[in-house]
């Protein structure tokens, strides 16, 4: 059995390799987005949650002062103005819960939720640490995982090797002849 040999061949399988570095890289990247597009959502929705809470006491207390001021019997004039703040902050209230629901059905969809199935915090949102590093490592260390650039260099390591194949092909052919 004669094997002929094949000088191209290291090159195929590195630019091979080369894509499935990039590929890798790439499904890296849409992974990142997509906890990225989470965060968002879920950090909306505990915004848009604790202005609705922080309207409901207010409302609460407003509703108190207005029911005190209707027993007490004060005048009209305070007690419309009550009234009137009271039916503020409900409408208020109810265009916030609008927007925990959208919040809620933008972070369910994130998650891949079934339809009607919305998403709501268990906690309230709680501030962590200070960032305890310093800026030029921050974007050093950014700069040197950015699954982007580690796509660019795997193609452009591809390309090279695909290149090399081709040339090694060409010579090839020409020594044949």
């Known amino acids: 059995m004669l094997f002929r040999s094949d000088p191209s061949r290291n090159s195929r399988t590195q630019a091979s390799l080369s894509e499935i570095a990039a590929r890798r890289f790439l499904f890296l990247v849409d992974a990142r987005q997509l906890i990225l597009q989470i965060q968002q959502a879920y950090f909306t929705l505990q915004e848009q949650y604790q202005l609705e809470q922080s309207y409901r006491q207010l409302e609460k207390q407003v509703s108190q002062l207005a029911d005190a001021g209707i027993i007490a019997g004060a005048d009209s004039g305070q007690r ?3 009234l009137t703040q009271r039916l503020a902050l409900l409408i208020r209230r109810i265009s916030v819960h609008q927007r925990v629901i959208q919040a809620a059905a933008a972070l369910a969809e994130s998650l891949s939720l079934p339809p009607g199935q ?10 962590r640490g200070a960032w305890d590093q310093p800026l030029a490592l921050t974007i050093e260390q950014a700069l040197r995982l950015r699954e982007e650039i580690q796509v660019s260099l795997a193609r452009a390591t591809g390309y090279g090797w695909t ?10 052919s020409s020594h044949a002849n």
Do not use: F, G, I, V
Request: aromatic share 0%.
């Open 163 to 172: 290149a090399r194949d081709r040339k090694s092909t060409r010579l090839n």
């Open 80 to 82: 419309d103005q009550l």
């Open 118 to 127: 919305l998403a709501l915090p268990a906690d309230r949102l709680a501030a």
